[in-house]
């Protein structure tokens, strides 16, 4: 076992903190923020900035093709970028749809012309993307979603409600999928359209989330037209292109962000409980210990996935676990940090409430981590099944025409 | 970036699982322990000629010097198969306490006979309830001999010696060699519910015992514990893995209302968790195998890290592997007991979850201090 880079690596990793000392802003102790909040116009220009500022100096799109204006690098040079950039004060990421989902999908499953139309405008944060996938009555079962799209000549006309949309209040372009054909089983009558959100009868709404903040939208979709140059992939391969895009997005370890065992650890030593530190009691020692050996054992999970890549490997399930096990840590930590302030822990005032209210206001947006990007629920299923090879749920939709297919209320 | 082993390390481990599967088949472990014998000799004496009882001791000594990484990957694999013979005890105890604290000549004495499994070592630390605490020791040494009683003492009764913990007269803990068959030493079995993991009531009435020359205070102590928490944290993810195997076969083949009940989602997501709690586990294992080797400021963190993860992802596929089983996991022959009973014997042996979330936070308080400082 080594921790130290490879001599790649290594060189890759003195390349990145040269340009990042050089372009950016190094992290102290008083520049730390607590609290998620979402994105203001500043917050989307200065990214935009520092977007076209990585792409320029080759450190954006590490595993697109160099053609497109990438670097034809490794998995490991994203990751090592990732790290070192994390030590820096820069813009909040906007671009993780479009560069590592949206444009690697029209890579390899649209035509050259739309790869060659959208990928540079990307990568040098010009034109922001979001997905139109959730629907109201779609979510953890996708391929469920109702919004229609219908052929008119040479154009598709589209209805439908999408929700739960990140970014689409800013993002010039989407990844948009609709039933093309309700008279075949769920998966078989999809297909994938590029959508230009400018377009006539796309509306925005932003969603007030139950902590008070918007960081998601729905969007209505009114006889929207879109050119069938726009399809990306052939008619009714709506689902092998999703699958293709939800692929990509496993190569990002999804971790709930927010207050973790150390965030904990400073709060238990810093308050008091009968006359002594709160870390000194027992029963706040058992939660402490439980947590940071989950917060070291996702840590270790990492570095094995790390090592996988790093040999050239397709790491396994970690990510999922990961996701699975962030998530609810996250929330039990906030309710904790809550917990241990007694009488004031409802307080959101940031004046009196530690770190700006930062337990509180994770508490607020903790349920939300547990649902977004596949539900508790869902990924205990696919650790059972593409793991430990257990049966598959039973779907009594699979092989019925869409428009047979029973639905409730909601 | 390599956070795994080595290939030549987990070839080992492959070829240590091979032989347990073949040489242990399903029953083999639970006719052995039914037996009424302290230990399966001739599968000891097995091991000992593959050279996997010497595998981290010196070459100098008659091991093979293959270093802690490679024990760890042996407990690992004796921890999933189960076999009735006293490695932990013997190995992960008393050998790396004379390893690391006994004199040259003490090496010589000791380490061949460990090592080519001619003699067994027990550790004797515990006089009854409680956990490991410096001022817990009633049995003291003077002038060369041990008085006190030490109890359970694991492997006990098959003990050619035991390393004794024991209060000098400085009042300090140290660490004593006291060969069993001597004259004042009274050995008596005492029944656990781990019957693979066979204990002692060992009573010292002045018995002759020389000290482990290194091992000077209390410290020395914690510092093998954490070394030791270190490979049972391998036993336990061993265990852990080994019962949700077991889980996942049964529920395959196992039909109700017209499917496995591997479909229901209620089992399926147990087991997800379970598969969780293990890779977790198993991470923070790794990470401790490296500072076991590594031997630095890490390791006390480290181990209590592992061992705590390891024995709650033990317990919890022990005992939803019974669970699982419906009522063919609470017979004898299912064998899922002997996980259960194992995973409850480890979660004790070197003292409680309480004990190590203690040392855990303790330790991360005073690097805290260091680093403020």
Same mark, same amino acid.
């Given at each position: 076992?080594?921790?130290?880079?490879?001599?790649?690596e290594?060189?890759?990793?003195?390349?990145?903190?040269?340009f990042?000392?050089?372009?950016?802003?190094r992290?102290?102790?008083?520049?730390?923020?607590?609290?998620?909040?979402a994105f203001? &116009?500043?917050d989307?220009?200065?990214?935009k900035?520092?977007?076209?500022?990585k792409?320029a100096?080759?450190?954006?799109?590490?595993?697109w093709?160099?053609?497109y204006?990438?670097?034809?690098?490794?998995?490991?040079?994203a990751i090592?970028?990732?790290?070192?950039?994390?030590?820096y004060l820069?813009? &909040?990421g906007?671009?993780?749809?479009g560069?590592?989902?949206?444009? #690697?999908?029209?890579?390899?499953?649209?035509?050259?012309?739309? +790869?060659n139309r959208?990928?540079?405008p990307?990568l040098?944060?010009?034109?922001?993307?979001?997905q139109?996938f959730s629907?109201?009555?779609?979510g953890?079962?996708?391929?469920?979603?109702?919004?229609?799209?219908t052929?008119?000549?040479?154009?598709?006309?589209?209805?439908g409600?999408?929700v739960?949309?990140?970014?689409?209040h800013?993002?010039?372009?989407a990844?948009?999928?609709?039933?093309?054909?309700p008279d075949?089983?769920k998966?078989?009558?999809?297909?994938?359209?590029?959508?230009?959100?400018?377009?006539?009868?796309?509306e925005?709404?932003?969603?007030?989330?139950?902590?008070?903040?918007?960081?998601?939208?729905?969007?209505?979709?009114?006889?929207?037209?879109? #050119?069938?140059?726009q399809?990306?992939?052939?008619i009714?391969?709506?689902w092998?292109?999703?699958?293709?895009?939800?692929?990509?997005?496993?190569?990002?370890?999804?971790q709930?962000?927010g207050?973790?065992?150390?965030?904990?650890f400073r709060?238990a030593?810093?308050?008091?409980?009968?006359?002594?530190?709160a870390?000194n009691?027992?029963?706040?020692?058992?939660?402490?210990?439980?947590?940071?050996c989950?917060s070291?054992?996702?840590?270790?999970?990492?570095?094995?996935?790390?090592? +996988?890549?790093?040999?050239?490997?397709?790491?396994?399930?970690?990510?999922?676990?990961a996701? !699975?096990?962030?998530a609810?840590?996250?929330?039990d930590?906030?309710?904790?940090?809550?917990?241990l302030?007694?009488?004031a822990?409802?307080?959101?005032?940031?004046?009196?409430?530690?770190y700006d209210?930062w337990?509180?206001?994770?508490?607020?947006?903790a349920?939300?981590?547990?649902? +977004?990007g596949?539900?508790d629920?869902?990924?205990?299923?696919?650790?059972?099944?593409?793991?430990?090879?257990?049966?598959?749920?039973?779907?009594?939709?699979?092989?019925?025409?869409?428009?047979?297919i029973?639905?409730?209320?909601? | 970036?390599?956070f795994?082993?080595?290939e030549?390390?987990?070839?080992?481990?492959?070829?240590?699982?091979?032989f347990?599967?073949?040489?242990?088949?399903?029953?083999?472990?639970r006719?052995?322990?039914?037996s009424?014998?302290m /230990?399966?000799r001739?599968?000891?004496?097995?091991?000992?000629?593959?050279g996997?009882?010497?595998?981290?001791?010196?070459?100098?000594?008659g091991?093979?010097?293959l270093?802690?990484?490679?024990?760890?990957?042996?407990a690992?694999?004796?921890?999933?198969? /189960?076999?009735f013979?006293?490695?932990?005890?013997?190995i992960?105890?008393?050998?790396?306490?004379?390893q690391?604290?006994g004199?040259d000549?003490?090496?010589?004495a000791?380490?061949p006979?460990?090592?080519?499994?001619?003699?067994?070592?027990?550790?004797?630390?515990?006089?009854?309830n409680?956990?490991?605490?410096p001022?817990?020791?009633?049995?003291?040494?003077?002038?060369g001999?041990?008085?006190?009683?030490?109890?359970p003492?694991?492997?006990?009764?098959?003990?050619?010696f035991?390393?004794?913990?024991?209060?000098n007269?400085?009042?300090?803990?140290?660490?004593?060699?006291?060969?069993?068959?001597a &004259?004042?030493?009274?050995?008596? #079995?005492?029944?656990?519910?781990?019957?693979?993991r066979?204990?002692a009531?060992?009573?010292?009435?002045g018995a002759?015992?020389?000290?482990?020359?290194?091992?000077?205070?209390?410290?020395a102590?914690?510092?093998l514990?954490?070394?030791?928490?270190?490979?049972?944290?391998f036993?336990?993810?061993?265990g852990a893995?080994? =019962?949700?195997?077991m889980?996942?076969?049964?529920?395959?083949?196992?039909?109700?209302?017209?499917?496995?009940?591997?479909?229901?989602?209620a089992i399926?997501?147990?087991?997800?968790?379970?598969?969780?709690a293990?890779? !977790?586990?198993?991470?923070n =294992?790794?990470?401790?195998?490296w500072?076991?080797?590594?031997?630095?400021?890490?390791?006390?963190a480290?181990?209590?890290?592992?061992?705590?993860?390891?024995?709650d992802a033990?317990?919890e596929?022990?005992?939803?592997?019974i669970?699982?089983?419906?009522?063919?996991?609470?017979?004898?022959e299912?064998d899922?007991? /002997?996980y259960?009973?194992?995973?409850?014997?480890?979660?004790?042996?070197?003292?409680?979850?309480r004990y190590?979330?203690?040392?855990?936070?303790g330790?991360?308080?005073?690097?805290n201090e260091?680093?403020?400082?």
């Open positions: 076992m080594d921790f130290s880079d490879t001599p790649d290594a060189a890759f990793r003195a390349e990145a903190r040269a990042l000392s050089a372009n950016a802003v992290k102290s102790a008083q520049s730390r923020t607590y609290r998620s909040r203001t &116009p500043e989307v220009a200065l990214s900035a520092w977007q076209a500022t792409a100096a080759g450190f954006a799109g590490f595993h093709p160099k053609k204006g990438g670097r034809d690098g490794t998995q490991m040079q090592i970028f990732a790290q070192e950039e994390e030590n820069v813009p &909040p906007i671009f993780n749809q560069v590592g989902m949206a444009l #690697p999908t029209i890579m390899s499953c649209g035509t050259p012309a739309q +790869a959208y990928a540079r990307a040098f944060g010009e034109e922001v993307w979001c139109l629907e109201p009555a779609a953890s079962d996708l391929a469920g979603l109702r919004t229609r799209a052929r008119e000549g040479d154009d598709w006309l589209v209805n409600q999408k739960w949309t990140s970014n689409a800013f993002s010039q372009f990844m948009l999928i609709a039933r093309s054909n075949v089983p998966h078989q009558g999809l297909t994938f359209f590029i959508l230009d959100m400018a377009t006539p009868g796309v925005v709404r932003r969603i007030k989330q139950i902590s008070g903040t918007s960081n998601f939208c729905e969007v209505f979709l009114t006889d929207v037209r879109i #050119p069938d140059s399809r990306l992939g052939a009714g391969d709506g092998k292109v999703a699958m293709t895009m939800l692929a990509n997005e496993r190569h990002t370890v999804g709930a962000e207050p973790d065992f150390d965030d904990i709060l030593k810093q308050l008091t409980l009968d006359g002594q530190p870390v009691d027992s029963a706040v020692r058992e939660k402490l210990a439980t947590w940071y989950q070291q054992g996702l840590k270790y999970i990492r570095l094995r996935m790390q090592t +996988a890549l790093s040999r050239g490997k397709t790491p396994g399930p970690e990510a999922s676990i996701k !699975l096990v962030s609810s840590k996250l929330q930590i906030a309710a904790f940090g809550v917990d302030l007694g009488q822990g409802a307080v959101m005032d940031p004046e009196t409430a530690p209210a337990f509180q206001h994770a508490l607020l947006y349920p939300g981590k547990r649902i +977004a596949g539900t629920e869902i990924l205990r299923n696919i650790i059972a099944e593409r793991v430990l090879k257990m049966p598959p749920e039973l779907r009594l939709d699979k092989d019925i025409p869409f428009n047979k029973p639905a409730g209320l909601r | 970036m390599n795994e082993f080595s030549d390390v987990t070839a080992m481990r492959d070829e240590v699982n091979r347990l599967t073949n040489r242990l088949p399903t029953g083999a472990v006719h052995q322990i039914e009424g014998a /230990l399966d001739e599968l000891w004496q097995e091991l000992a000629a593959m996997w009882l010497g595998a981290s001791i010196p070459e100098a000594y091991g093979a010097g270093g802690h990484e490679t024990l760890c990957m042996i690992e694999e004796l921890g999933r198969a /189960l076999p013979v006293p490695v932990s005890s013997s992960f105890l008393a050998s790396l306490a004379i690391d604290y004199s000549a003490q090496k010589q000791y380490l006979g460990l090592a080519d499994g001619s003699r067994i070592g027990a550790f004797a630390l515990a006089e009854g409680g956990d490991p605490a001022e817990s020791a009633g049995t003291s040494f003077a002038a001999r041990l008085t006190g009683k030490k109890h003492v694991f492997d006990g009764a098959a003990a050619d035991a390393v004794v913990a024991a209060r007269a400085d009042g300090g803990t140290g660490l004593y060699i006291a060969d069993l068959a &004259p004042a030493i009274l050995r008596e #079995p005492l029944a656990t519910f781990d019957l693979g066979p204990a009531v060992i009573t010292f009435t002759a015992a020389s000290p482990l020359p290194l091992a000077g205070d209390w410290s102590i914690a510092r514990l954490d070394q030791a928490a270190i490979l049972f944290a036993e336990a993810v061993g893995q080994a =019962a949700l195997a889980a996942l076969d049964y529920a395959k083949s196992r039909y109700a209302f017209g499917r496995p009940i591997a479909a229901l989602q399926k997501h147990k087991l997800a968790d379970i598969y969780v293990i890779e !977790l586990a198993r991470s =294992a790794y990470f401790g195998a500072a076991l080797q590594a031997d630095g400021p890490e390791r006390p480290a181990a209590a890290a592992a061992r705590l993860s390891a024995n033990f317990f596929a022990a005992k939803e592997n669970q699982v089983h419906g009522g063919m996991g609470f017979t004898w299912s899922c007991h /002997l259960y009973r194992r995973a409850k014997q480890l979660a004790g042996n070197l003292g409680s979850a190590w979330r203690n040392r855990l936070i330790r991360l308080l005073a690097q260091t680093e403020a400082a």
